[in-house]
């Protein structure tokens, strides 16, 4: 009972904001540039604009989940004010609007900002470009595999991509991470320069850099002996998730039963209330630690966000698992084990993956799962798996206070 309250706990503190939260679901959604928007927005769409301004939070998901494939990609568009955060997912990200506080975006394919960031941003997709008129006022977190990065970053930067272009003005440190890295002449940096990369960087003299440039080295190939040693921990680990995950489908079978279904019937979805849910505990923790009332209630949040992050991956082992045996109906509650088991040994036999794919695959695993359990801790319709001897034929037994038929 104790397990359950510390994961129901704070998802009723983030319920209670329900009433000031507007939620909306379109094929199409557009925010003219005349209009506001006074409350938080959750949007999912398979286009969205938007062009006015916005007082609240947005988090905001471009989702072609059901769409017909003929029609175009979905592509979120922001060229509007936001005076709060910008949560954004879509297959293409265009953000050309002022953002006052931070912006944290993902994309399928390509994005592309133009536009200020007040705070700081955080962008993840194959292909990101900062364009010349982009101001990034804190600090930057960017991951993929083809960056270019100009106009000018006020904090702290970072990149891990497999292609790099620097063109803009960095007014502190710099560090990236990437198989190529190409500074072009008229690249500022005020900071230090941190790189890892094959090879010596060597910087034209039209490039100003008021710090070191410091080549951190490669972390060294791992010595054939300690092969067999890597595997016995992920053999370790693997059996640690398995008994975790019988120890929690055994205590929740309607959690575990809903969560997996709430992946099969919407897994965009699922992504989304993950994303916001990764990110608004431990804001939300931080902020009760500057209370003293609110340190032991910041504590069981913080334990709460641990066990959802590792109870995600269960959640997608069982999803998984699903998947691969191809079957359309329920678990049979004497295969649940069996199908979690064979779907955690897919998810840890794919934790090998190489950078930035393995960063990407574990977002996945954790946002989806994380999000299939809140949307079923908050749903009133959790199931009770109910099992049936095998001496009964098969049937379900009767129901608590009734007569069982007559067999003749």
Partial sequence: MNFRLTLILPLLLLTSLAHAIEFREAV?????????????????????TLAGTAHEDCFLLADSMGQNPSTNLPTLRLTGVFQADIW??????????????????????????????GHNLMAFAPTISLGDQSTIQGSALLAGQDVILSGTIKGNTRVYATKVTLTGKFENDLHVIADEITVMPGTQIKGNFYYQMDGDLVLDSGVLLDGKMIKQELPAPAAPTRTSS????QL?????????????????????????HKLVESTWRCIL???????????????????????????ILMLAYVILIY?????????????????KSPIPPNLLFPVMALGLIALYAATNLPFPFDIVF???????????????????????????????????????GTNPPDAG
């Fill in 88 to 117: 954004g997912l879509g297959e293409t990200v265009e953000m050309a609007g002022a953002i006052s506080n931070n912006a944290r975006l993902a994309a399928l394919k390509t994005m592309m900002i133009t536009g200020p960031v």
């Fill in 362 to 400: 574990w977002f996945a695993i954790t946002l989806s799962g994380m999000g299939a359990l809140v949307s079923a801790i908050l749903d009133r319709r959790t199931p009770v798996l109910v099992s049936c001897s095998v001496e009964s034929g098969g049937k379900p037994p009767p129901i608590p």
């Fill in 273 to 299: 209330f993950g994303f916001i849910t990764f990110a608004l505990i431990p804001l939300l923790s931080v902020f009760l630690l500057f209370t003293v009332a609110g340190i032991p209630l910041s504590a």
């Fill in 28 to 48: 199409s959604f557009k925010l003219p540039a005349d209009q506001t928007l006074t409350n938080e927005l959750w949007m999912q769409a398979r286009s969205i």
């Fill in 236 to 260: 370790t680990l693997l059996c640690g998730a398995i008994m975790t995950g019988m120890v929690f489908v055994s205590l929740m079978p309607g959690i575990s039963a809903l969560s997996v």
């Fill in 230 to 233: 890597t595997l016995m921990i």
């Fill in 311 to 327: 109870i995600s991956k269960i959640i997608v082992g069982l999803f998984v698992g699903h998947l691969l045996i191809r079957k």
